[in-house]
């Protein structure tokens, strides 16, 4: 009877299994972590059956061995399949020509692919696309009269008192002559329809209103308050948060001195942008990204507190009056 109930368990399995490859064979064509799924179910069966092999009529286990092994094959060649495929040939915008020189054969970019290519954005977000380099698409561009050479980057001219002096030529847009209230004010007016903007978003957003501003004016404009804080990685006790009105990293360091005198120094310290160093040991000083502890700090400040007085000191500088350089 055990025998029995074995090969009966076998052959739903099989039935149950035949069933779920007959739909992935269907839906989940050219998806390899989901067909190996399945495929590892049939293995697995394949292997309680040859475990069980006495509790099998003889020609029913070859049929199982036979049908099972179809399987894998079927799960195998869908993993290189597509419901979707492609109705004409891929397009080729670069191929590799020798010109019978020494070095690397010469890339072709198609000048028509180029052409639009360039309308949409740089040679930095082609490369990617065409798998070359940024400055291979540049000289490509300048070799199909598609962009003009640039000026050059330094160069030697002749002054007042005739002494030969090195200038540097920038291509980039001049900076904007803004100034320091009317930036507040643009700033202001941008966190008044987007609150939640940071940094980047406003630097974003002042671009396309047509300013180019420095990080740093951006930062002291935006940044009015900064909290600082120190966690204990092991316990979660907060050794010290502070508010400041800069983000320098002297005040940093001062936040750090107090909480030594306090608590004594620490073994081992993670700062920001993912540095790790051993206080006992100098030299050891690597990169790290297990600061879970500080970013759900940060998470509960923001919810907790840091938000609401966020929105409120920049309704009493948008609407009220307060001026925040004032001490």
């Not at 490369?127 to 400055?135: H, K, L, T």
Request: hydrophobic share 40%.
């Amino acid at each position: 009877m055990d025998a029995e109930v074995r090969l009966n368990n076998l052959r739903e399995a099989y039935h149950t299994l035949n069933d779920d490859v007959l739909s992935a064979l269907h839906v989940m064509v050219g998806d390899p972590p989901r067909l190996s799924a399945v495929r590892d179910r049939a293995l697995t069966l394949a292997s309680a059956a040859e475990l069980h092999q006495n509790v099998f009529p003889p020609a029913e286990y070859s049929l199982l061995q036979t049908s099972i092994s179809d399987m894998i094959t079927a799960l195998d060649l869908a993993c290189y399949e597509s419901l979707d495929p492609p109705d004409a040939p891929q397009l080729v915008v670069a191929r590799r020509v020798r010109t019978g020189r020494r070095g690397r054969p010469r890339v072709e970019i198609d000048p028509q692919f180029l052409r639009a290519a360039l309308d949409l954005r740089g040679p930095t977000g082609i490369a990617p696309e065409i798998g070359v380099c940024s400055r291979t698409v540049r000289r490509s561009a300048l070799r199909l009269g598609l962009a003009q050479p640039g000026p050059p980057v330094f160069q030697r001219r002749t002054n007042a008192i005739g002494a030969v002096e090195v200038v540097h030529t920038s291509t980039t847009p001049p900076v904007s002559m803004v100034s320091d209230a009317d930036l507040d004010q643009l700033v202001a007016s941008i966190l008044e329809v987007f609150p939640q903007f940071g940094r980047r978003m406003i630097r974003g957003h002042l671009r396309a209103q047509g300013y180019r501003v420095p990080r740093e004016r951006i930062t002291f404009s935006y940044l009015r308050m900064v909290i600082h804080c120190i966690i204990d990685g092991y316990s979660r006790f907060v050794l010290g948060i502070r508010v400041h009105d800069n983000n320098r990293g002297a005040s940093v360091l001062q936040l750090l001195l107090d909480i030594i005198a306090t608590h004594g120094c620490p073994s081992r310290m993670r700062g920001d942008h993912g540095f790790f160093f051993d206080v006992s040991d100098p030299s050891v000083f690597l990169r790290s990204v297990h600061n879970t502890r500080i970013e759900r700090l940060w998470y509960d400040v923001t919810h907790g507190f840091g938000k609401k007085w966020k929105v409120f000191f920049l309704d009493l500088e948008t609407n009220h009056g307060l001026n925040p350089t004032r001490s």
